[in-house]
């Protein structure tokens, strides 16, 4: 057992959005083994209630208030300094003291940072090694949000991007090893800093299939006799928006030609005016219903799960959970290209609106073979995606802390792109 210093940048409890699950398990997985202080924000009022909860769960807590209104405007400051806006963003004294004294006063054998943003308070106590969860190359995140947008947000998002990507690769060239949650990150990752190849691996993300299983306990929480496709997720995530926005306006219509009395259900936290939009007009067939207690009777009772992500990086949690709970579910292909699946078998992959509509107009025609394909998925992530398994990389690094890290390649020199 050793003490260790968690950093993470969202409050890692209660589990109920993406990086919340992948930071959750993580925690829990450093907390049955080692001594765990954990430094993370607060930026959602609702999640106020559950500090107590996760303090109980660590050798010492510490959490910043974050007001996103007024982080935005903090994280201007990278245009005058050159930085990634992001730094700004969680930028903390509050937080950089708080961990200065843990340092000081607890033996810490090691820090683990899950996502890059807060990489920056390590990097202060370069003596710790660190243990770098980067999840995803969030820079390649905001350089595919770049051509999607207009002239300020286009030369901002590419800026964001080209910037953070230097700080990711100086934050994983210091780590001790850095993990990404896909196979294709770390190629991705290993083309875009050939420097830190020897020290970057995949660490999957994982669902907890005890919890997400078929019960027909659950109630529908549909209106009899409709159709429901169910998409989940935070709905304040602009990825998820354009999901639900452009699936709405380009494959929803069509397959209510086919299928008058399906409707998509849109359910998760904190949906924008855009997403709200798509359930104005009561014939257009969507339902957006916010935050629920338990996602799981939504998708039970879903005829089709789906995952129209056009600019999500990673494994994601959503389609996980879905396929666990033995539900059929269409989803992008570079989505499905991330996991460790057969499509057509455990799962069907789509890219065009009438690639969506061919694949749920075949689940939906085929009763039997929806159900063997959703059979088949659980199947795929009880075998494939338990936590435990994935999360032990960290428990073989920490085991090795006695020995020297990888030696970096020879760093080449960054050729200089305008932000344009």
Known sequence: ??????????LPFPPNKGDKVRSYHLLQHLAARHRVFVGTFVDDPEDEQHVEALRSQCAGLHVERLHPRAARVRSLAGLLTGQ???????RSAGLRRWVSRTVEREDIAATVVFSSSMAFYAQAHPQLPMLLDMVDIDSAKWSAYAPRHRWPLSWLYRREGHRL??????????????FLATENEVELFRRLAPECAGRVEAMNNGVDTAYFSPDTQHASPFD?????????????????????????????PQLRARWPLLRLHIVGRAPTPAVRA??????????????????????QHAAVVVAPLRLARGIQNKILEAMAMGRPVVAATACVDALDVQPGREILDAAEPEEYVQAIDRLLRAAPA??????????????????TNHLAALDRQLAELGRPPPLLAPRPTLQSHPIT
């Open 224 to 252: 009899p006799g409709e159709i429901p496709l169910v998409f989940t997720g935070a709905m304040d995530y602009w990825p998820n928006v354009d999901a639900v926005t452009w699936f709405a306006s380009q494959a929803l």
């Open 278 to 299: 798509l359930a104005a007009d009561p014939s257009a067939g969507v339902v957006v219903s916010g935050t629920v207690p338990d996602v799981r009777p939504y998708l």
């Open 1 to 10: 057992m050793a003490n260790l210093l968690y950093l993470v940048h969202r």
């Open 84 to 90: 990634a806006l992001s730094l700004h963003y969680y």
């Open 165 to 178: 990507l230097a700080c990711e690769r100086q934050a994983a060239a210091q780590s001790r090893r850095c």
């Open 370 to 387: 929806a159900a063997a394909i959703g059979a088949a998925a659980r199947l795929r992530v009880q075998h494939r995606y338990a936590w």
